[in-house]
């Protein structure tokens, strides 16, 4: 037997394993479900939860109803909530995302009310969910006949639909539009009205991606025409360009980073992570991969819990250390 260079029988690694002491011994991934955040929708009303059909367990919930849920979620441990929200009238600008009194603001102070200091309120930034197209801003006709959205016209709406949430209470924004230059609008927007404390949780790495279905449908934000590959990143497209994606954002003042979808791309997830290490770094679960195994489990083909756990627990072995997903209360009961 060759004992020079190690190798079986000497080094046998399922001594790491063979006890389930041991395995808790050397596990150095885990999920921790206060870096969890939960997406909620929110409408006007009461007493309403609308079933989302594609996303069996989550609801379009009316205000009275959200403050419930929002009780659970901080009482089950999970770290926050990032806000959808429905409005009654939609107009080609979004203007209810800019209003004092829109539906997301009476959702950040309603949730404000009911939660501790250290529970994150947090909102999701773009106009898809608030403007009748369903396009993600301002639009425009180009020189080639084709309609666009005004990057630039939209920037000046995003500082105004920031400053309506900050002044209601939000702890964070994180937008998702995919315009270029978000960032230093919201930042200096922020920065110049008093609000410099609060952080910005960028989409940065976010793909024009199919895993998007069932949320378009709990959003009630499909565009009417066309689709978002304009703004949002290719798929296909070079890694490169999300790491210069997440440089601009850090650049511009963004203080978490975001890739989105979580599971396609666990290697731009791990590229982010060993580039800026220092950097919080974010990943949506997002709602196609929750649709997916739902209905999988609900066929009894797979077992949902373990899929979910083996599932977050690749993405923070990626790299990211905080997970936006629809199982946080699921999770943060079965770790309990």
Request: charged residues 25%; proline residues 6%; hydrophobic residues 45%.
């Amino acid at each position: 037997m060759n004992h020079q260079s190690p190798g079986f029988p000497e080094v046998r690694l399922r001594r790491l394993r063979y006890h389930p002491g041991v395995r808790n011994l050397v596990r150095e991934i885990s999920i921790d479900p206060k870096r969890l955040i939960l997406p909620l929708f929110v409408r006007s009303g009461s007493g309403l939860r609308i079933p989302i059909p594609s996303m069996p367990g989550n609801d379009q919930l009316s205000l009275d109803e959200f403050v419930k849920e929002v009780r659970e979620v901080e009482k089950l441990g999970a770290g926050g909530i990032i806000l959808f929200g429905i409005p009654d009238q939609k107009d080609a600008e979004g203007s209810d995302a800019m209003c004092e009194h829109g539906i997301i603001a009476q959702a950040i102070k309603a949730a404000r009310d009911v939660v501790g200091p250290e529970f994150l309120i947090i909102t999701d930034v773009c106009f898809c969910e608030y403007t009748d197209h369903g396009h993600c801003g301002v639009l425009k006709k180009m020189p080639n006949g084709q309609v666009e959205v005004d990057n630039d016209a939209t920037l000046e709406n995003l500082v105004k639909q920031t400053l309506v949430q900050a002044r209601a209470g939000v702890d964070m924004v994180a937008p998702s539009g995919m315009m270029d230059g978000m960032i230093a609008a919201i930042r200096n927007g922020f920065d110049q009205n008093g609000f410099e404390h609060l952080p910005i949780m960028s989409y940065s790495a976010k793909y024009a991606s199919a895993f998007y279905g069932p949320f378009r449908d709990a959003a009630e934000s499909a565009p009417q025409f066309g689709d978002r590959r304009s703004y949002q990143m290719d798929p296909a497209a070079s890694a490169d360009q999300a790491i210069r994606e997440v440089e601009l954002d850090i650049a511009e003042g963004a203080d978490i980073v975001m890739v989105k979808p979580a599971l396609a791309y666990l290697d731009i997830i791990r590229m982010v992570h060993d580039r800026f290490p220092a950097l919080p770094l974010a990943a949506y679960n997002v709602s196609g991969e929750f649709s997916m195994v739902k209905a999988a489990a609900l066929n009894g083909w797979i077992d949902e819990k373990r899929i979910v756990l083996e599932s977050l627990t690749s993405i923070v072995r990626a790299g990211a250390g905080i997970i936006l997903t629809y199982w946080a209360k699921d999770v943060a009961r079965w770790l309990a």
